[in-house]
């Protein structure tokens, strides 16, 4: 064989190579890509959840719940104002 005819094979090894590795790239960019498209779908979900659970702690920590739930389940209510002692620090 010639020097031009290794020449030429290296070069096409070298070229096929490259073309190899520059699919792969493209196919890895893709996967990590579609990776993340998912991970910041599943936080938008957690966020939007986040909201919920919040809005809801509130409601159900609002003084008019926690006095009705007071008087009705645990048969609770105010004391007469002269059995209200205040102690002093």
């Given at each position: 064989m010639?020097?031009?005819?290794?020449?030429?094979?290296?070069?096409?090894?070298a070229v096929l190579s490259t073309a190899l590795g520059v699919v792969y790239s493209k196919h890895e960019t893709r996967r990590l890509f579609i990776g993340v498209q998912r991970l910041e779908a599943e936080r938008d979900r957690m966020n939007f959840d986040w909201?919920?659970?919040?809005?809801?702690?509130?409601?159900?920590?609002?003084?008019?719940?926690?006095?009705?739930?007071?008087?009705?389940?645990?048969?609770?209510?105010?004391?007469?104002?002269?059995?209200?002692?205040?102690?002093?620090?």
């Open positions: 010639s020097a031009r005819a290794i020449l030429v094979a290296l070069l096409s090894l909201v919920r659970l919040q809005l809801e702690q509130s409601t159900q920590a609002t003084q008019a719940r926690i006095e009705s739930i007071a008087h009705g389940k645990l048969a609770m209510n105010i004391p007469p104002q002269d059995s209200v002692v205040i102690v002093g620090r």
